[in-house]
Nanobody, 125 residues
Framework: QVHLVQSGGGLVQAGGSLRLACAAS????????MGWFRQAPGKEREFVAA????????YFADSVKGRFTISRDNAKNTVYLQMNSLKPEDTAVYYC??????????????????WGQGTQVTVSS
């Protein structure tokens, strides 16, 4: 069992930056691929970024490529999403997730077993 607790987020102007963190319980965190998803009002949840268990491989949605980075610190059981050059269309509730059966980055929500509580990110124009 893995419990994910998110922090960060908030309100920022367009062009600004935010960092989200996701802290995991459990000693097996380092074995899990991790991902970030988001859901805007009236829209379906969409993939944002993912990282392998080692941190050596990452994958991003085209909409955030070059602006967002994902990283992890296995010693701290934490994964991060650094968001730069934010746009109003990045406004959404962001969720971190852990994929217990995969070591490489995954892009589909159904491949993830555990989810964080969600964090609101609002980008004003």
């Amino acid at each position: 069992q893995v419990h994910l607790v998110q922090s960060g987020g908030g309100l920022v102007q367009a062009g600004g930056s935010l960092r989200l963190a996701c802290a995991a319980s459990g000693r097996t965190f380092r074995r899990y691929a991790m991902g970030w998803f988001r859901q805007a009002p009236g829209k379906e949840r969409e993939f944002v970024a993912a990282i392998s268990w080692s941190g050596g491989s990452t994958y991003f949605a085209d909409s955030v490529k070059g602006r967002f980075t994902i990283s992890r610190d296995n010693a701290k059981n934490t994964v991060y999403l650094q968001m730069n050059s934010l746009k109003p269309e990045d406004t959404a509730v962001y969720y971190c997730a852990a994929a217990g059966h995969y070591s490489d980055p995954r892009v589909n929500g159904y491949e993830y077993d555990y989810w964080g509580q969600g964090t609101q990110v609002t980008v004003s124009s």
